[in-house]
């Protein structure tokens, strides 16, 4: 029998000896109770925590705070080499990590692409979707590049995130707007965005011809007939002006 790849399993009620991986995602209280009520109702499954050599958590950070909580021994087991890569690389599926999750672990990690996208996430409250959309001007019609903020390629260089910053502050003004006109939130954001910056577009008479016409903007679940509202709303303003 070939024992090179067994890996030994331990147990322990020292919850201080494992420490957070940088980079990894945080710990929701939600997540804890949905895995301390399960442990409740059916007993623990055995599913050991897996660390790396310096008892950084890469796979169970959940498991073992419900654990802890409910003062139940650890079973946990040591993979030498381990890092964020494994880390991220366990959680690609969907229903693990968000994209938020994704943001801020490569943030914490340093990638300065990523630190950028989450200051403007903390300032302004724009999903990973509209910031997508701004800081690279590609309108995608409120689909999220997941791929590009999951695998860590995203790059936002200090002049778009300079641009970007100019624009959350005008986008912040239709925060109320939307509410009243309801629909996708991130689509009426991203069209904002995208006409605020077609070249001749005065974006405070556009500003004033929304706010002015709310109620002939209808909360379209498409780009296209969004963007037509929007047009004939600043054009009806316009030539009133003219």
């Known amino acids: 029998m070939d024992n090179s790849k067994r890996i030994d399993v331990f147990e322990t009620r020292d919850y ?16 804890v109770a949905i895995i301390k009520e399960s442990i409740k109702r059916v007993g623990y499954i055995s599913n050991p925590i897996k660390c790396n050599e310096n008892m950084e958590v890469i796979d169970g950070q959940g498991r073992l705070e419900a654990l802890k909580q409910l003062e139940l021994p650890v079973e946990y087991t040591i993979e030498k080499g381990l890092g964020i890569n494994e880390c ?30 989450l200051k403007l996430q903390e300032k302004y409250g724009f999903s990973a979707s509209v910031l997508y959309a701004i800081t690279k001007r590609n309108f995608s019609n409120g689909r999220s590049p997941q ?20 624009t959350c502050e005008y986008l912040v003004r239709f925060i109320d707007v939307q509410k009243k ?57 316009k030539k009133k002006k003219n």
Do not use: H
């Open 16 to 31: 201080s000896k494992f420490k957070k991986l940088v980079g990894n995602r945080d710990v929701t209280n939600k997540r």
């Open 88 to 117: 991220r690389a366990m959680n690609l599926k969907p229903t693990a990590w968000t994209i938020n999750d994704f943001i801020k672990s490569y943030a914490e990690y340093g990638v300065e692409s990523y630190i950028r996208i």
């Open 147 to 166: 791929d590009n903020y999951r695998n860590g390629t995203l790059i936002v260089t200090d002049e778009e995130y300079e641009n970007s910053k100019e």
């Open 181 to 237: 006109i309801g629909g996708k939130k991130d689509l009426f954001f991203e069209s904002i965005a995208f006409v605020s910056n077609l070249k001749g577009v005065d974006k405070e008479r556009l500003y004033y011809s929304i706010t002015q016409n709310v109620s002939e903007i209808n909360p379209a679940s498409k780009s296209e007939y969004l963007l037509r509202d929007i047009s004939n709303c600043y054009n009806k303003e």
